[in-house]
């Protein structure tokens, strides 16, 4: 088992920019959830799906994040415009029961 | 609102002593509670759960005790090693609401 995978590691880009991150859960989970890592907040959930259907994204914090799981094996997270404060680890996390989360290594984004 | 945090932001311990990392939650209604370990570069991993008819729960070196009368959950690591360097997360389940709290830096010195 792979574990959950997560691209790219790393992203630098300047404001105002699109980023994609992009995450492959662990096959048979039913449940992908999305997290954003600071020092300030700790982390925070910004939205989870359920057989591929987003059940909960109140904690997006703005239209500016929007996430799709077009399919059981991939999720993606966009930022459109991305905002120097959107300078994060995102984490993508899965899960078969729901409680249990799974993460992956993260995606270390720098937002200029 | 209610919310996960913990006593202490950092911890130092020897090498072969045992680590305590406490947790104080106060959402009386949360009934599943796990810790997390964080090591640098990498996402939480799962180390040990416990719901909330359970008092205690032993896993390989480490132990989780819930204390529901004052809201408190602690983490036991045995013996620490070099490897167990990492932030620990408590994290708790109230109506599929799982939250985490701020975690503590625990370093161990050889």
């Known amino acids: 088992d792979a574990g959950v995978i997560q691209s790219p590691r790393h992203e630098v880009t300047e404001m105002g920019q699109e980023v994609t991150l992009r995450c492959k859960p662990i096959s048979g989970h039913d449940y992908l959830f999305w997290y954003r890592q600071t020092m300030m907040r700790g982390l925070e959930l910004l939205i989870y799906f359920n057989n591929n259907v987003p059940i909960d994204d109140s904690g997006m914090p703005e239209d500016r994040f929007s996430a799709k799981m077009p399919n059981a094996s991939f999720s993606t997270l966009k930022i459109q415009p991305s905002e120097p404060r959107d300078s994060a680890v995102y984490f993508c996390?899965?899960?078969?029961?729901?409680?249990?989360?799974?993460f992956g290594n993260g995606t270390r984004l720098t937002v200029t | 609102g209610e919310s996960v945090g913990l006593h202490l932001p950092t911890l130092s311990v020897q090498e072969g002593d045992n680590s305590i990392i406490n947790c104080a939650y106060s959402?009386?209604?949360?009934?599943?509670f796990i810790w997390y370990k964080q090591e640098s570069g990498k996402g939480p991993q799962f180390i040990i759960d416990i719901r909330s008819n359970m008092d205690k729960r032993q896993g390989q070196r480490v132990t989780v005790l819930l204390n529901k009368t004052v809201k408190h959950l602690s983490l036991q690591i045995a013996a620490t090693q070099p490897g167990d360097s990492a932030v620990y997360f408590c994290a708790e389940n109230s109506n599929n609401d799982m939250r985490f709290g701020a975690g503590t830096r625990l370093t161990v010195k050889p």
């Open positions: 996390a899965s899960s078969f029961d729901r409680l249990t989360l799974h």
């Open positions: 959402n009386s209604a949360s009934d599943y």
